[in-house]
């Protein structure tokens, strides 16, 4: 019997548009938003306490694609990862 976990990360968090690629319906995009959400906050929070780059946030959370992230970043958090962390950071 194999003692290893079920799920791995890929299968367990899947990304927001790979979710929503899958099927079109209403409670598929909702979930979608909520995993969307869920990465902008968790980049929100590494940007302003942690010390790597986007582009070495963008794979924990999920996505595989720097460029893309910054932009819906961007687009709904209103600054850019750069200016957000800028504006944000926490020293300590």
């Not at 990304?15 to 979608?32: D, E, I, K, Y």
């Not at 302003?48 to 958090?77: A, M, Q, R, W």
């Amino acid at each position: 019997m194999n003692s290893g976990p079920i799920l791995t990360k890929s299968t367990a968090w899947p990304t927001p548009g790979g979710a929503c690629s899958v099927t079109g319906n209403q409670l598929v995009r909702v979930c979608c938003r909520k995993l969307e959400n869920a990465a902008l906050d968790a980049a929100a929070q590494l940007l302003c306490f942690g010390t790597n780059h986007i582009e070495g946030i963008v794979p924990e959370l999920g996505y595989d694609k720097p460029y893309y992230f910054s932009g819906l970043f961007k687009k709904c958090i209103g600054a850019s990862p750069k200016g957000y962390r800028q504006k944000n950071k926490i020293t300590g």
